[in-house]
């Protein structure tokens, strides 16, 4: 079992960067897919970027060239890098786990979910 932490959110103007981190507790995070998500106010769960165990990275066409997703398995942590951010990457991003294989970019293909942190992106 692994426990979530995210860190990092905040405001933020149109254009600027962020970088949420991802801290999981448990000595085998290694062995753990991550993917990120966010939730914006009244809308799903959009899926926003997946890191494999061996650190093979994915992202939806909507955050291709923005965001980075990166892990560093000493520390156990998954890090996301957003620049050029915009008032639509509002919402709460939450990290997830899960020791499946192949991407996941669906929330029923992670087991563990941190408590999420807001990011706000004003215009």
């Not at 997703?69 to 899960?98: F, G, H, W």
Request: hydrophobic share 30%; with cysteine; charged share 20%.
């Amino acid at each position: 079992q692994v426990q979530l932490v995210e860190s990092g959110g905040g405001l933020v103007q149109t254009g600027g960067s962020l970088r949420l981190s991802c801290a999981a507790s448990g000595r085998t995070f290694s062995t753990y897919r991550v993917g990120w998500f966010r939730q914006a106010p009244g809308k799903e769960r959009e899926f926003v970027a997946h890191i494999s165990r061996s650190g093979g990275t994915y992202y939806p066409d909507s955050g291709k060239g923005r965001f980075t997703i990166s892990r560093d398995n000493a520390k156990n942590t998954v890090d996301l890098q957003m620049n050029s951010l915009k008032p639509e990457d509002t919402a709460v991003y939450y990290c997830a786990a899960s020791r499946a294989s192949g991407v996941g970019t669906r929330e029923t293909q992670y087991d563990y979910w941190g408590q999420g942190t807001q990011v706000t992106v004003s215009s």
